[in-house]
Nanobody, 126 residues
Framework: QVQMAESGGGLVQAGGSLRLSCAAS????????MGWFRQAPGAEREFVAA?????????YADSVKGRFTISRDNAAKNTVYLQMNSLKPEDTAVYYC??????????????????WGQGTQVTVSS
């Protein structure tokens, strides 16, 4: 059973940066895609970004395009990162990483991911 563990959340001022990490363990994530979702209080969990096995496909939500960058370690491919720049108060949420087999538009959908982390809180103050 694959386990996902996020780290790197915290409190930051608007305009600042944070880098989230997520490591998969307990099994292989070959050839899964890995993604980031977030959930603000009272809101649905929403797609943020994803990266396929090769790293050649990296879709982003419109709200984070140009500010966030997803990447994956080149060796074992079991760690995914989310570099978040120019953070805004509306980015405040619990951020979850996930792994699953998806392609194309399917990577935007929560139900295509089989393994989830517990989440890490990101708070952006104004």
């Amino acid at each position: 059973q694959v386990q996902m563990a996020e780290s790197g959340g915290g409190l930051v001022q608007a305009g600042g940066s944070l880098r989230l990490s997520c490591a998969a363990s307990g099994g292989t994530v070959n050839p899964y895609a890995m993604g980031w979702f977030r959930q603000a209080p009272g809101a649905e969990r929403e797609f943020v970004a994803a990266i396929n096995w090769s790293g050649g496909y990296t879709p982003y939500a419109d709200s984070v395009k140009g500010r966030f960058t997803i990447s994956r370690d080149n060796a074992a491919k079991n760690t995914v990162y989310l570099q978040m720049n120019s953070l805004k108060p509306e980015d405040t949420a619990v951020y979850y990483c996930a792994a699953g087999y998806c392609s194309g538009y399917g990577c935007y959908k929560r139900n295509n991911y089989d393994f989830w982390g517990q989440g890490t809180q990101v708070t952006v103050s104004s």
